[in-house]
């Protein structure tokens, strides 16, 4: 909607964020519309009146600190963001945002201590454990990720461990398309192995279909017609009616005979 209709989700969250004064989520499209316009002085100015109107307006300190974010003006998105916070410590999208700046400044440390707060006030966001999973890459400690995804995987909250398992698979998957694009076809096979297998600890049904299936088109280019039917079988064991798997395994049929 942001790039394809940005004047009509302008009106729509800007609606919504009359409505409703506290819903960052509302502030927080309404900047990306005015993004995609390439409006973002306009939004500033907007929300710096209301912070002027209203200074303990949570909402508006978090979208005039994304915005400054978002013109690479990071020392003061930073101030505006701990400003924020200091009026509603509930903020989790504020806690995000400012995570993301300390980030770009480089200070990791505290930049992991805030994305951390924000997955605790908001458990359920998946985009607080991407940025988790990107703050641990740009500071030198890939692994932690999956060190912490194994530790709730076993300890729990099995909640927490599986949009942890969600972030890690996702960005095998990514891995495994860079691979494949480079033309190192057996590694991306292993990386989509292990992207399923991530898939299977929490039980992601859509993501194991994905890997079987994404197993089976490699297998199948490669010429391994019995490996690609027996992915191709259990796709549609656990999803009938995936109409990919099923003209894929016709196709092979037809060829066998």
Do not use: C
């Not at 909402?59 to 003006?73: D, E, F, K, P, T």
């Not at 505290?110 to 994305?115: H, Q």
């Amino acid at each position: 909607m942001f790039s394809k209709k940005p004047a009509e989700a302008l009106q729509i969250f800007t609606n919504l964020w009359q409505r409703e004064p506290d819903n960052s989520y509302a502030v927080r499209g309404m900047v990306r519309s005015y993004q995609a316009l390439n409006q973002l002085p306009e939004a500033a100015s907007l929300l710096r009146q209301t912070r002027a109107r209203d200074s303990r307006s949570s909402a508006a300190g978090y979208g005039l600190g994304y915005v400054l974010y978002l013109q690479n003006r990071f020392e003061k998105s930073k101030k505006v963001l701990n400003e924020a916070l200091q009026t509603h410590p509930d903020n989790a999208l504020a806690f995000n945002n400012l995570a993301v700046v300390l980030a770009k400044l480089k200070q990791y440390d505290e930049a992991l201590r805030r994305v951390k707060s924000a997955i605790d006030i908001d458990p359920d966001e998946l985009m607080f454990y991407r940025n988790l999973q990107m703050i641990y890459v740009q500071s030198g400690n890939p692994g932690q990720f999956e060190k912490e995804y194994r530790r709730f995987l076993s300890e729990g909250p099995p909640a927490k461990a599986k949009k942890y398992g969600l972030v890690l698979a996702q960005r095998l998957r990514q891995t495994s398309f860079r691979r494949y694009a480079d033309g190192k076809i057996d590694e991306a096979l292993s990386t989509i192995v292990d992207m399923l297998a991530v898939y299977r600890e929490i039980n992601h049904k859509p993501g194991i279909v994905t890997g079987l299936f994404s197993l089976a088109v490699l297998y199948e280019e490669q010429g391994d017609t019995g490996r690609a039917l027996e992915k191709y079988r259990e796709v549609l064991k656990i999803n009938p009616q995936h109409i990919q798997a099923r003209d894929k395994m016709r196709q092979l049929k037809h060829k066998k005979e």
